[in-house]
């Protein structure tokens, strides 16, 4: 399916262009807090969640999960708190779309986040924001000011009996806090170690009461839903496959980041189900430098990667999954060019992810641990052929897929070794051998492990 991408008219990031386009005025004089006024109006909570279900939307923070479905979770007629906490930790690599929304339009993100807390029943509202987004703290803050001011929070939204507190917290600058868990540990003042599940949020989260995660962009998608209503949310992307009774499509405008090697890198705005191929050639002109590109990262680094031969694969839910990759993650591209050394990218990939293994998972701790050592071993010229082999086992074996884990950071971790090694295995090969020629094809045998005096156990 292809989309004619530059006719689209965007949404998310209509206002963003405008002088002052952070501040009420100007986002109320382009209709900001109509869905409010329309759901304190004429809307029960329950008809706010119907809605959303209705329109399908799908979580924008990496997994795509559908967000009513999640809130649904929430047990009923749970005397509270409720919590709310917005994910803008936005610290997957390549992934800068929430940052232009925090910057350029704060008030669609406060107006998403009042009509999800009124859809779930909550009361405090927490937005998480990264520590390094100092400007995105600053008017996400205001806009929570200008909005109290209004009466859009507080006691009384409106004069419809429902009142909403909303809190920033800035984090401490750490990846593990994007995890849904690990944000709420860091919230609630504590090491961000993600916690073991079950028992999910929905259930016991922050503060051990009921708690919904939520990113920045899915609750942005929320205010369209309830202004222009679910049908129009359907009418664009890529409808569920009749096919298959568990497709739920992949529906809804999509801000897609684009960073690497291409002329004009930005946050863009596409229905989702474009092709990698128009998002780099129609949104971000092209591979700079007139070049080729020899992999593109579809949706932050640890969706891994995709050949220049898989670059007609749609960017919906279920594309980036068909060539191999983790999945659509956050949408953001990360785009490198044919003379971008793949040893280069897996050495960058596994020092970062070595950095940021939070360490309680054995697999984890050690299993990045040993891959940044094999990498390092490696770009130094004094890799082996085997190390390959190491490196796949380590990818195959950590994480919540094969379930040796706690979290996704070690599938984060593991897809960019996997499809590195899968489509790029002869440029890995090819340096190894030249670097280290005399030495690639040595088998180091294991040596037995030994006690203090010297004798095998
Ligand atoms: C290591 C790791 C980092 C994550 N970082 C983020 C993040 O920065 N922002 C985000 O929204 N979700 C992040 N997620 C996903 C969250 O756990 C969670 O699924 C998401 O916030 C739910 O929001 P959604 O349902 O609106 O997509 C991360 C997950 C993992 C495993
Ligand atoms: S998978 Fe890694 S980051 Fe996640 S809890 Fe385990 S050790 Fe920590």
Redesign the pocket.
């Known amino acids: 399916m292809s989309f004619p991408v530059l006719n689209y008219e965007p949404v998310l990031l209509a206002n963003i262009h405008k002088e002052n386009s952070h501040t009420l005025a100007v986002y109320e004089a382009a209709g900001g807090y109509r869905a409010l006024r329309k759901a304190m109006k004429e809307m029960k909570p329950d008809d706010v969640l119907a809605t959303v279900r209705a329109a399908g939307l799908?979580?924008?923070?990496?997994?795509?999960?559908p967000?009513a479905l999640?809130w649904s979770f929430l047990p009923k007629d749970h005397p509270g708190p409720i919590y709310l906490c917005v994910?803008?930790?936005?610290?997957?690599p390549g992934?800068i779309v929430?940052r232009v929304q925090m910057e350029e339009d704060p008030h669609q993100i406060v107006e998403g986040i009042i009509l999800s807390a009124y859809a779930t029943k909550s009361t405090t509202a927490y937005f998480y924001i990264?520590y390094e987004y100092p400007l995105s703290c600053q008017r996400m803050q205001a806009a929570i000011d200008e909005a109290y001011a209004a009466g859009f929070l507080g006691k009384n939204i409106l004069g419809s009996g429902y009142s909403l507190d909303l809190f920033i917290h800035r984090g401490a600058g750490a990846?593990?806090?994007?995890?849904?868990?690990?944000?709420i540990e860091s919230l609630e003042g504590k090491r961000a170690w993600?916690r073991i599940k079950p028992p999910f949020p929905a259930v016991e989260g922050l503060f051990r009461k009921p708690t919904v995660?939520?990113?920045?962009?899915?609750?942005a998608c929320v205010v369209h839903i309830i202004d222009r209503g679910a049908e129009w949310f359907r009418s664009i992307g890529v409808p569920p496959n009749p096919q298959d009774p568990r497709d739920v499509g992949s529906l809804g405008p999509k801000l897609f980041g684009i960073s690497g090697h291409v002329n004009k890198p930005g946050c863009y705005e596409a229905p989702l189900g474009i092709t990698a191929r128009q998002a780099i050639d129609e949104l971000a002109g092209g591979v700079w430098k007139g070049r080729k590109a020899k992999a593109v990262i579809p949706g932050g680094l640890?969706t891994g990667l995709m050949s220049y031969d898989e670059l007609d694969t749609p960017l919906d839910f279920a594309g980036p999954l068909k060539v191999g990759c983790l999945g659509l993650g956050?949408a953001c591209l990360i785009v490198m060019d044919e003379t971008y050394s793949m040893v280069d990218f897996l050495y960058n990939s596994c020092r970062f992810y070595a950095h940021?293994s939070c360490g309680q998972c054995t697999p984890c701790r050690e299993g990045t641990h040993w891959s940044m050592m094999i990498m390092e071993r490696i770009k130094a010229g004094k890799g082996r052929l085997i190390d390959l082999e190491y490196l796949a086992e380590i990818g195959n074996t950590i994480g919540i897929i094969p379930g040796t884990t706690i979290?996704?950071?070690a599938?984060?971790a593991a897809w960019p070794i996997k499809t590195c090694i899968r489509k790029f295995r002869g440029e890995l090969e090819d340096y190894i051998k030249r670097t280290n020629p005399t030495g690639y094809a040595v088998e180091v045998a294991v040596p037995a492990l030994t006690g203090t005096n010297g004798k095998p156990h």
Not at 87 to 92: K, P, R
Not at 213 to 219: H, I, Q
């Open positions: 799908r979580g924008r923070g990496g997994a795509g999960f967000t999640k994910n803008a930790d936005e610290s997957e992934t929430n990264r990846y593990v806090c994007g995890e849904e868990t690990g944000l993600p995660v939520n990113n920045v962009e899915t609750m640890s956050t940021e979290c996704g950071l599938d984060g």
